[in-house]
């Protein structure tokens, strides 16, 4: 299930019953069902959604604590199926689900129509066990590493800025239909993000390290991000020219992941029920260099967005997208499987306040046969990129990847030896994945939600001023 935090980050909730449990009975089996039942005798269908959670952060900025954070979410969202349309309404306070009952049956008239149907009772084969301390974390402790976060940037180059932030979270998110769907899943998950970076006039530097995950990540793995951060920072403070022209070019897992956004939304099922997305009719055709391997696995130990049910109350799937080049799956909801003709997948992704939309859980890429340090002795006077700037304004239903170069390197002498500015790349990753691969790492990172190694491709265009 989707999780939402004031935080960002992933969690399930305590053991304590919320003031809307004792009234209304939603996690007690017996009482849902008299609940059930009285929206059952105003609507023809139903669907409630049920998400609450706790959280803490702690954040840095500019050296400095900047803001310490304890949330607690609560939330409840139906959808009621009358005379074959669909209303939606939700709220975020426990004594107000009678009236989001109402509202829902009364918005029905104006809504969708309802010309699928929601989840059926099934029990997911699958189970994921939350890391209560993600909601037992210590306020000073994260304070404390905060601070050894600065510390340990600032002892490598004592001029940069530091940022940082810690935060966690647990929660409980339960779904029940009137086809007898009743589903309950608890969730935790913990994030990290440190930065070094500097602002002097006409140069902007900065350099982060990131991660979520559905554990306590340990203090040693976040300090050691840190100093690799302030070495990379340090380095980056080096410019190097660098012209327009095309270049083998080395792209680290962020930028990876740039490139596979068009991938993500040309199998998202609104776009293939459309008729938009190019892959419509390529099912089981070799699209991509036999090279490229995509997962949707939501069952990934290390992943900060697994999960065992969707937003809909549907069994996730762990399933081949992308298989040795050859296309081989959408990710639909509900509503989008019936469109298209094809069977649930269970990547309905939702908050309380959202209705569900196609996503994927956990992207995990393969990894290839080759070795970093070789890969960038292969890439000897071009370009790798660690970040990018602005390519949410690609059109990625076209394969289009655009925008500016914020953290690149020239490669010299098989590394990276000082950094480009001014740089900008515009790639068809349709393209680029299927016919300019060189060589894809064996070591991988987690970004975001996605795990995924470097990739170098070659003959790619940069412009520069």
């Not at 709220?91 to 059926?120: L, N, T």
């Not at 993600?134 to 976060?149: A, R």
């Not at 209705?355 to 046969?369: C, I, R, Y």
Request: with cysteine; hydrophobic share 35%.
């Amino acid at each position: 299930m989707t999780k939402h935090f004031d935080t960002g980050v992933g969690g399930g909730s305590g053991d304590g019953k919320s003031r809307d449990e004792a009234e209304t009975g939603i996690y007690e089996r017996p009482a849902a069902g008299k609940f059930t039942e009285r929206l059952g005798s105003l609507a023809d269908a139903f669907e409630m959604y049920k998400s609450e959670g706790r959280s803490l952060s702690v954040s840095f900025e500019n050296d400095r604590l900047n803001e310490i954070r304890q949330g607690e979410s609560y939330g409840i969202s139906i959808r009621a199926v009358k005379q074959g349309k669909i209303g939606f309404s939700y709220s975020s306070k426990p004594d107000e689900i009678d009236h989001v009952a109402q509202s829902a049956v009364r918005m029905a008239p104006w809504g969708k129509p309802y010309d699928y149907q929601f989840a059926p009772k099934a029990e997911s084969a699958h189970t994921r066990e939350p890391d209560a301390a993600c909601g037992e974390l210590s306020v000073e402790h994260m304070v404390e590493l905060c601070d050894k976060v600065k510390d340990t940037i600032k002892a490598i180059d004592p001029e940069a800025l530091v940022d940082a932030g810690i935060n966690g979270g647990v929660s409980t998110t339960r779904i029940a239909t009137s086809r007898g769907q009743d589903c309950r899943e608890e969730d935790s998950g913990f994030s990290y993000f440190v930065s070094a970076r500097i602002s002097e006039e006409g140069n902007f530097l900065s350099v982060y390290r990131a991660r979520g995950a559905s554990r306590v990540i340990d203090d040693a793995e976040i300090l050691a991000k840190a100093r690799e951060a302030a070495e990379e920072f340090k380095m980056a403070r080096t410019l190097l020219p660098f012209g327009k022209g095309k270049y083998r070019v080395l792209f680290a897992p962020q930028t990876v992941a740039d490139l596979l956004l068009p991938i993500a939304v040309g199998v998202n099922g609104m776009n293939i029920a459309r008729k938009t997305s190019r892959f419509v009719d390529a099912l089981n055709e070799q699209v991509f260099d036999p090279r490229i391997s995509l997962e949707d696995d939501p069952f990934h130990p290390d992943s900060p967005a697994g999960a065992v049910y969707d937003g809909e109350g549907v069994p996730a799937q762990k399933r081949p997208i992308v298989e040795r080049g050859v296309l081989k799956g959408f990710v639909h909801t509900l509503s989008t499987a019936q469109k298209c003709g094809h069977a649930p997948t269970g990547n309905g992704q939702r908050s309380v306040s959202s209705q569900p939309a196609p996503g994927l859980h956990s992207v995990v890429m393969a990894p290839g046969n080759a070795e970093l340090a070789d890969m960038l002795r292969d890439t000897e006077d071009g370009l790798c990129i660690s970040q990018m700037l602005g390519t949410f304004t690609s059109n990625f239903l076209a394969g289009q990847v655009s925008g500016n170069i914020s953290l690149g390197y020239a490669v010299k002498e098989g590394r990276c030896a000082g950094r480009v500015k001014n740089c900008a790349l515009n790639v068809n990753s349709f393209d680029v994945l299927k016919g300019q691969i060189v060589a894809i790492s064996r070591q991988r990172e987690w970004v975001g939600n996605s795990y995924l190694p470097w990739v170098l491709l070659d003959g790619i265009g940069i412009s520069a001023r």
